[in-house]
């Protein structure tokens, strides 16, 4: 089974530019949760979506945006960029939704955004 | 809220020491407990996991026990390769919150 896959991997951008990121779960994986890696605040949960809605959302603010697909793929969006976007963008998928507890959450590789 | 402390890195080992990675949490309710590694470049991996009290979780190698009553899920494995540098994340799932809730991570290096 492929893994997760999020495109692109590495992307710059300046600020005041807005960012799309896309993430393809695992092949019948519903539930797509992001996170924010950086080296001060170390990972942060940003959002999850399951068949389409969001379940959950991190203390992020509203610059920070996610959306599902039907065919479960999901997008999150940065606008107006600051320089303390600058991070690692990671997505991680599940079978069932995030708030199951024990269902493990897979990882892909992330999408390292750099806002100059 | 929910939290995870973990020992602060970097660790550096010579090739098969002992590695003991320290994770303590704060959660209510009974939390699902992980511990992901990070290699360089790389997302995160599934190391090994545990899902209630008296479980321990193993894989390549490395063990962790959930301990209820000292609230801690500490790494440990008994001999270390140069393989295993990374980074290492210890998480819980709690459940109420439905995310995965990280600790600063560990920074391991085994020389050989």
């Known amino acids: 089974k492929a893994g997760v896959t999020q495109t692109p991997r590495y992307l710059i951008k300046t600020r005041g530019q807005q960012v799309t990121l896309s993430c393809s779960p695992i092949s019948g994986h519903r539930s797509v949760s992001w996170y924010q890696q950086t080296p001060g605040q170390g990972l942060q949960f940003l959002f999850e979506?399951?068949?389409?809605?969001?379940?959950n959302k991190g203390n992020f603010p509203g610059r920070f945006s996610g959306r599902q697909f039907s065919n479960s793929r999901s997008e999150m969006n940065v606008s107006t960029l600051e320089l303390g976007d600058s991070a690692l963008y990671l997505c991680?998928?599940?079978?069932?939704?995030?708030?199951?507890?024990?269902?493990?959450?897979?990882f892909g590789p992330g999408t390292r955004l750099t806002v100059l | 809220g929910d939290s995870v402390t973990q020992m602060e890195g970097p660790v550096t080992l010579s090739e098969e020491a002992c590695l003991t990675i320290?994770?303590?949490?704060?959660?209510?309710?009974?939390?699902?407990l992980f511990w992901y590694v990070q290699y360089p470049g790389e997302g995160l991996q599934l190391l090994l996991k545990a899902t209630k009290a008296d479980d321990k979780g193993s894989n390549k190698g490395f063990e962790a026990t959930y301990r209820k009553e000292t609230t801690s899920f500490h790494l440990e494995k008994g001999s270390v390769q140069v393989s295993d540098s990374a980074v290492y994340f210890c998480?819980?799932?709690?459940?109420?919150?439905?995310?995965?809730?990280f600790g600063k991570g560990t920074k391991l290096s085994v020389k050989p």
């Open positions: 991680a998928s599940s079978f069932t939704p995030s708030g199951s507890g024990a269902d493990t959450q897979y």
């Open positions: 979506y399951f068949s389409e809605t969001q379940r």
């Open positions: 320290n994770c303590t949490y704060t959660a209510t309710g009974y939390p699902s």
């Open positions: 998480a819980l799932h709690g459940g109420s919150q439905g995310n995965l809730i």
